[in-house]
């Protein structure tokens, strides 16, 4: 059966860029596609949308421009994007799980055999927010979500981008045509700077390593500029909150340091791997400025420059992407195009209880590591259909397990809030 795609928002008007068209394109021979509603689409237009169709695809694909660290391009429900969220972030997932704001999908249209696939945001570098998403899913069978930035290209191909980022304070671009200064003097600027940020990055055994950073860096960034090519500069802005009485420059002040992608423990072979993926960038309320003359607004800017990588993707655990289970592992999905995009892949039949499910579901809730749930369910025996024998967890251990379990902490509010007009 073909794919289901929700487009989780659309394009500016003035955007250079016009990542929700480009997906539609790519996305509508083979499949479904939902695009947003005028004001936006939430996970709980999604999940009603899931709900009310009688035949739902084994593959879901979930379609967000980037908005940076570890969000996508919705909120979670009506009611907060009604009260002027944009985005759905970690902290607003624990929540929904936590107060049960959101029901999931629940079978038929979510099931063990259920893929889905998040197209375009780079929301795979953290692997606590795809727990918490797939948690509110219900636990699908497998959830993938690129670590790179994607993109859908003019000639109609997926691709994903190597990406630098640097914070800026004021910001470099400033969504005109031009920077200020103009174009040669910006480019030569950001790759002095993200030459000292990733050239300080020591690869071991290698030689002038940090000169071969910046070749990389001036290459890709020799004809860049803000519409999509080979190569091109973005922001991301990310506006601050006040929450309750505070003013904007509280919030600003209050800010926690938040990071682009989990803490990498490996390097790269070489130094012209390293990049986003291998160097996280964090915020925190020192970047943040006054985003307008009477200071009411504070906001931070990430300046990035992307590369696009002319290769097909392959939708699979690998260098690319990240995925997450709550069940047995499903085939490589082949796509769209027959290479690199997302397919109906098939399950073994290896199913778990229901019971067992809700406490997996609580242990993800929880902050228990994918990996580790993994290898829990890889050690239970898988039995023959006629051998009698059984996987489900007894009740009072499956009890003591939750209750071991230590609760994350929940915030009840998210001062970030990129806005989507600037992103790519």
């Not at 260098?319 to 709550?326: C, F, G, I, L, M």
């Not at 259909?385 to 209750?403: K, L, M, N």
Request: include cysteine; hydrophobic fraction near 40%.
């Amino acid at each position: 059966m073909a794919d289901l795609t929700y487009l989780l928002n659309s394009d500016a008007a003035a955007s250079p860029n016009q990542f929700y068209a480009l997906a539609k394109t790519f996305f509508d021979p083979s499949g479904t596609v939902v695009e947003a509603p005028p004001e936006g689409q939430t996970l709980e237009g999604v999940f009603n949308d899931l709900k009310a169709r009688s035949d739902v695809p084994a593959t879901v694909n979930l379609v967000s421009r980037a908005s940076g660290f570890a969000s996508i391009d919705c909120p979670v429900t009506l009611a907060s994007q009604a009260a002027g969220r944009r985005t759905t972030t970690v902290d607003d997932l624990q929540a929904a799980l936590a107060t049960k704001s959101l029901e999931p999908p629940g079978q038929p249209a979510i099931t063990d055999g259920t893929r889905i696939v998040i197209y375009g945001c780079d929301v795979g570098r953290s692997e606590k927010f795809l727990r918490m998403l797939s948690g509110l899913f219900g636990g699908p069978g497998e959830l993938l979500a690129p670590l790179r930035l994607g993109v859908f290209t003019p000639d109609g191909k997926h691709r994903l981008a190597q990406t630098w980022s640097l914070v800026r304070k004021p910001p470099l671009v400033l969504n005109s045509a031009d920077p200020v200064g103009g174009w040669p003097d910006y480019r030569t600027q950001f790759v002095n700077d993200a030459s000292v940020k990733f050239g300080a990055v020591t690869i071991p055994g290698e030689i002038g390593g940090a000169d071969r950073v910046k070749g990389m860096l001036t290459t890709a960034a020799a004809n860049a500029k803000t519409a999509l090519g080979p190569a091109f500069f973005f922001e991301e802005t990310v506006q601050i909150l006040p929450d309750g009485p505070q003013n904007a420059a509280a919030a600003a002040a209050s800010l926690a340091p938040r990071s682009n992608g989990d803490p990498v423990t490996a390097l790269p072979e070489t130094s012209l791997g390293l990049d986003d993926t291998t160097l996280v960038t964090t915020i925190s309320g020192a970047d943040a400025f006054p985003a307008n003359p009477a200071s009411t607004e504070f906001a931070i800017t990430v300046a990035i420059l992307a590369q696009i990588v002319d290769e097909d993707v392959l939708i699979a655990e690998g260098p690319d992407y990240r995925r997450v289970t709550a069940s047995e592992g499903l085939a490589p999905a082949l796509g769209p195009d027959g290479a690199g995009g997302t397919g109906s892949g098939g399950s073994d039949g290896g199913g778990i209880s229901a019971e067992f499910q809700a406490v997996i579901d609580k242990l993800l809730a929880g902050g228990v590591a994918q990996t580790d749930i993994d290898a829990i369910l890889a050690a239970i025996p898988r039995s023959d259909a006629t051998d009698g024998s059984t996987t489900d967890v007894p009740a009072d251990d499956a009890e003591e397990t939750a209750a071991e379990d230590e609760e994350w902490p929940v915030e009840a509010s998210d001062y970030l809030q990129p806005a989507p007009e600037d992103l790519v």
